[in-house]
């Protein structure tokens, strides 16, 4: 059975919101619900994921992977959640979306044959990646 929903714990969820919501575009994620201390994104198929704020609280970090449709979504995840946001005028904004490179998109063969994944680390560490499995 598939897996419903998950909540990720962050330590900035203003920061979070604004990396996810860049990073999840080319998947169609949106943020769809919003709580206090709490975001919820989601697709025209529900809300999956959820980020939590631990107010500054650093919590043990994981990996979560995205299902993305084509190598086009994994490239456009990788690629989104690497650029820069903001402007040189505004030095404090001008910087990568949050994420730091964990692993460029590519086919990953040690996995599965037909396992084409990205790979980043999110502003808390967590490793995130979008993968793809092509038809073989």
């Not at 920061?15 to 169609?28: N, Q």
């Not at 044959?113 to 990205?118: E, L, R």
Request: charged letters at 20%; one cysteine or more; a negative charge.
């Amino acid at each position: 059975m598939p897996i419903a929903h998950t909540t990720l714990l962050v330590s900035d969820l203003a920061a979070s919101k604004a990396f996810y919501t860049t990073a999840l575009a080319p998947l169609g994620y949106i943020v769809a619900l919003e709580f206090p201390g709490t975001v919820g994104f989601g697709t025209p198929l529900g809300i999956d994921f959820w980020l939590k704020d631990t107010e500054g609280v650093k919590v043990p970090r994981i990996h979560l992977a995205f299902a993305g449709t084509s190598e086009k979504q994994v490239d456009g995840f990788h690629a989104a959640a690497l650029t820069m946001r903001g402007n040189e005028a505004d030095a404090g904004a001008y910087r990568k979306a949050g994420a730091t490179c964990n692993g460029p998109p590519g086919l990953r063969p040690q996995y599965a044959p037909n396992y084409y994944g990205g790979f980043v680390k999110d502003l808390d560490g967590h490793n995130m990646e979008c993968v793809h499995f092509k038809p073989e």
